[in-house]
DNA sequence: AGTCAATAGAATTTGGAAATTATTGAACTA
DNA sequence: TAGTTCAATAATTTCCAAATTCTATTGACT
């Protein structure tokens, strides 16, 4: 049997949509820790990465490097790779943060967007408001498409604040907390009505009410927190132990 | 003759402290960018790279990479890595966004901050004040002394902000505004008087003043920028070009 | 001239083997 | 028993050559 081509195995899986195979080994290797597929403070041993995408050693080293920038994943020198870990008072931090630096976004935003970003607003709410949080009826199942869509919604809002920057930190601190999501989305999941809450944003976006909207933000982050922290099922612990290898 | 190990390497150079070949390259990659060395949108071949640092492809290719994901390098899959471009508007949006997070970073700072925090904001002004700004007497010469003790300075007064995060983004935007910088040192140098600027911002983070000291905060940050647009001399371009292959 | 396809050359990307370093555990000492 | 040394093992890091992809050029064709 012949072998296959990184070009032939695009054309065959046309979800795959990264051009190299360290791309493609971030992208999966980033979801897999954002799903919590790998778990918290986990170790990267590169022999296991390795059959677990199907790649070579250095794409998955080049992938390892980058998500280490991004602290989703800890490098030690010599000791290897582990996937970052989490604590209530790393949740704590993160969520105190991002209440700061969204608020700067949000305001930035609305003061200067124009009709098209009124239009992107509507356009994505609209899209997730039809679509389900979870993938199973019953039960909490990942749903990559209400991910995206979440996702979508969160980056239209705050797009005009002007700044490339505030927009990457944005994005970086929501890879964090969604880490932290889905250790408490199968408990929040029956009890929470995001669909409102996500309507009232953007009522108050589109009223050009800051304050409102920064107010209802920071409540919808505090409040995924609070679910986390509440759900102590995960025994997350209680603070970043110095001698932990995934401690960054 | 005897080829030399990497620990041997550094043992004769101890400036060297990295513990692998790929953080040693990342090291003075980093540096070399942001002196100006590798001047922005230079193309960074691989081979070399591998002829100036001494190194083997796959560590330099873990530096390019790191480097990023901080944005100071460019990449585009299968067509290799930039240095990443500059330009006015570039310098504009970093300037806004420095001065919208160190803002946050340093009226927590001032709000939290304890006695050993006030301690280090003076002993860090105290070095810095007795540092030359340039190496050399007459002419402005790039000295990594001074540069290291006003990273020092400016991180101790934003310590007690009680975000790893926000330091990061603080750091990270320092690095960017770090390489405008040198691109007009030469031309400022004479002019400015930059310790009158540090001494007039720690009097008023520990006289507690947070209002004060963000507005000569948010001054240094913008002066720094007018001094390089003004100095035109660079040509800088208006702003980023987008069929530049290291426009990010 | 302008467009397009084929081709040669240059650069990037990748996989695996070799070199280096960390870790483990057994034997030994105080 | 606690602590050290040392060899065996395991993991990380690095180098390099092969495979793949991009780029520039040439020449045929409209």
Known sequence: MAEQTQLERSKEDPKVASTTVASSVYDQLRLDILTG????????????????????????????????????????DQRGFHVAAVSKAGLIELTKTRCWIEERALRESIEHGDDAWE?????????????????????????????????????????????????????????????YRQLAAAVSYPKRNERDEHQDLMEAVLARDADRAVALQCAHIHKTADIVLNANLNNLPDDFDPADPSRC
Do not use: M
């Open 37 to 76: 597929d790998l778990q918290p403070g986990e170790k990267l041993r590169s022999e296991f990465l390795r059959g677990r995408y199907k790649a070579g050693i250095s794409p998955v080293r080049e992938a390892l490097n980058r998500l280490a920038t991004e602290r989703l994943v800890c490098r030690e």
């Open 119 to 179: 239009e992107q607003i509507v356009l994505t709410f609209h899209r997730l408001s039809r679509t389900p949080r979870s993938a199973d009826d019953q039960t909490y199942a990942f749903n990559a498409k209400w991910e995206g869509l979440h996702r979508d919604f969160h980056n239209a809002v705050i797009a005009a604040c002007g700044s490339h920057w505030l927009l990457s930190f944005c994005e970086q601190l929501v890879d964090q907390a969604d880490r």
